[in-house]
């Protein structure tokens, strides 16, 4: 029924305090208990509110004119305030975390906007959705570190949780990266690039104090700007991004067992999975880039328990236990030119890295591709490791210290890539293409120096088309063009082939195939002749037939500064290091 008005006099009383439902409701109250709008409406009448001082807010201070103005005081940083001087509950509050608290380490509950926060149309609902459904169909099984379920539930309240914004628009800036993932947007126009959510990641940051404090997905952001800068071969930065990810998970102590003791059990899941990504992600860049390690393995491994997961978290622990063969002692023979070497030790490591594990059939394909390529391009970088310790022989007593021990793994790659779609290599982005080129230029240095490794006949598959499925490889596979342009040049200067191809960046190349010289009367076999990717015919190599040894010619390979494409982050792969210990090549004995 509609509230009656309350007429006074002319001159109406001055009331102190309206009760609370005429102050909500914006009319005018008589102050009585009850009052009378209330009695009308048949509404509870109180008067609980606390009304507000008028006037100008913050304290007045008298000012005297005869008193000296006296120094601010001293204001002392948070740094370097005695814990002692905390009470306990200063204590618990500054803490990086509390343990009685297992929700997300360091984060308080965040209960509204975030002041200056504004969420950008460039996170739009649309791309959320597209690039979280994208991870956790192809990207989860190679890093199975985010709750899918949590996951998604934040989704609807970003605006107000600008950390959780900047671990989205991390994710996506690496999913968008690989658009043969995800589906095109509805409305045809482009999901933003990269980098314009890279800089949406880093700008949501200065909203949250991730520094001084801390959380899950601080190292989970950082963790996913360091794989998008390193797809996007922005080294530096991919390495500061790494480093700030294993910094903050050391300054929530989750390297130390004993932290997890008081976690809840399914935070803690996700803890102890992050801490063992970043100790594979960590030994694979530094084996790729030649960096120290950081992270050592301090804690427990994750446990299989019967589930959905089950397939998942058994493929990500044979990645660990194959990465945990490259401790800090390995590493410093990697990284030193001057340090000695055992042999066997090294033979015994390759031995290791044969049974480390299974065939996998039983593993995502996806994590297939991951594991057995990794794999067959940690053996290499063993054997090269031998090639510049000058450990090999033409008479070795195990196969990984000969010369031609690269053929092998090659042709374990090529079964692989055979016996798999390419949209496993696809969900396994830039770093399985990686690795593969450096096989494929191992393979390429290997037959350089030995031409009779080469087969002749059409019918028999050998070095030369190991490495040209390799070569198809990362031109079938986006992504690749970068090591497929370096690798195309090898391939066609080696084998005395025309590779018709564009090595230019144009989306519209479509194809590369083998060509053959006119004086040659052989037919290359079906299989061999077509590779996509590229279109435009390349002039002839002056490659020399000659056999080296037979024309005397005993010049160690050089590096074509041509074959560099200005990219110095390769040079480590090309030539093979070590090679001039063992050039010219001198024939065994024979008495």
Not at 533 to 539: G, L, N, S, Y
Request: hydrophobic share 35%; with cysteine.
């Amino acid at each position: 029924m509609p509230s009656e008005q309350i007429t006074g006099s002319k001159k109406a009383q001055k009331i102190r305090q309206a009760c609370d439902c005429c102050h909500a409701r914006k009319i005018r109250c008589d102050g009585e208990t009850p009052c009378k709008n209330c009695q009308i409406t048949e509404l509870p009448c109180t008067y609980l509110a606390v009304p507000k001082k008028k006037g100008p807010k913050g304290r007045r201070i008298a000012k005297d004119q005869n008193k000296p103005p006296t120094a601010p005081p001293q204001l002392q940083h948070p740094i370097h305030t005695p814990v002692s001087s905390l009470t306990n509950t200063d204590a618990n509050d500054c803490s990086p975390f509390n343990l009685l608290n297992p929700s997300p380490i360091g984060i308080l509950p965040e209960t509204g906007p975030v002041s200056g926060f504004r969420a950008s149309p460039l996170l739009s609902a649309d791309l959320v959705k597209t690039c979280l459904d994208a991870f956790f169909t192809h990207k989860y099984p190679i890093m199975p570190v985010l709750d899918l379920d949590n996951t998604y539930a934040t989704v609807p309240h970003l605006q107000e949780m600008p950390e959780q914004y900047g671990l989205i628009a991390a994710l996506c800036a690496l999913i968008v990266f690989q658009p043969e993932i995800i589906d095109a947007p509805e409305l045809g126009s482009p999901w933003p690039s990269s980098q314009d959510l890279i800089n949406e990641a880093v700008r949501a940051r200065r909203f949250c104090n991730h520094i001084e404090k801390p959380s899950l997905a601080t190292i989970h952001t950082s963790f996913f700007l360091y794989a998008t800068m390193f797809c996007l071969g922005m080294d530096n930065s991919a390495w500061f991004y790494i480093r700030e990810s294993m910094t903050c998970l050391q300054l929530l102590r989750l390297h130390e067992e004993t932290t997890y003791h008081n976690l809840d059990a399914e935070y803690s899941k996700y803890c102890r999975r992050t801490f063992w990504l970043l100790v594979i992600t960590e030994r694979a860049y530094a084996l790729q880039r030649h960096r120290p390690l950081t992270l050592q393995p301090t804690i427990d491994l994750p446990t299989v328990d019967p589930g959905p997961e089950a397939t998942i978290l058994s493929g990500f622990l044979d990645l660990v236990s194959l990465f945990q063969n490259f401790d800090e002692s390995f590493m410093n023979l990697w990284n030193t030119s001057g340090s000695d070497s055992s042999p066997q030790a090294l033979i015994q490591l390759q031995e290791i890295l044969k049974t480390a594990i299974h065939d996998g059939s039983d593993r995502t394909e996806i994590q297939q591709a991951d594991l057995r390529v990794s794999r067959q391009w940690v053996r290499t970088l063993v054997w090269q490791l031998c090639v510049s310790k000058g450990l090999l022989s033409s008479q070795p007593s195990d196969e990984s210290m000969s010369f031609q021990y690269p053929i092998s793994i090659a042709r374990d790659v090529v079964q692989v890539a055979r016996s798999l779609p390419v949209k496993a290599f696809e969900a396994n982005g830039v770093g399985i293409l990686e690795k593969v080129f450096d096989i494929g230029c191992s393979l390429s240095d290997v037959l350089l120096l030995n031409p009779d490794a080469i087969n002749n006949s059409v019918m028999e598959i050998g070095p030369k088309d190991y490495l040209l499925e390799m070569v198809r490889l990362l031109g079938t596979t986006p992504g690749g063009d970068k090591y497929l342009r370096i690798l195309t040049l090898k391939a066609d200067r080696l084998l005395k082939l025309r590779l018709r191809g564009s090595l230019s960046d144009s989306e519209a190349s479509d194809r590369i195939e083998e060509v053959f010289d006119d004086e040659e009367n052989t037919l290359p076999e079906q299989d061999n002749v077509h590779y996509p990717a590229f279109d435009e015919t390349m002039t002839d190599g002056n490659f020399l037939a000659e056999d080296h040894l037979d024309a005397g010619i005993y010049e160690p390979p050089e590096q074509d500064p041509s074959m560099m494409m200005g990219d110095h982050s390769l040079a480590f792969s090309m030539p093979t290091p070590g090679w001039e210990a063992f050039w010219p090549p001198v024939p065994p004995d024979v008495d």
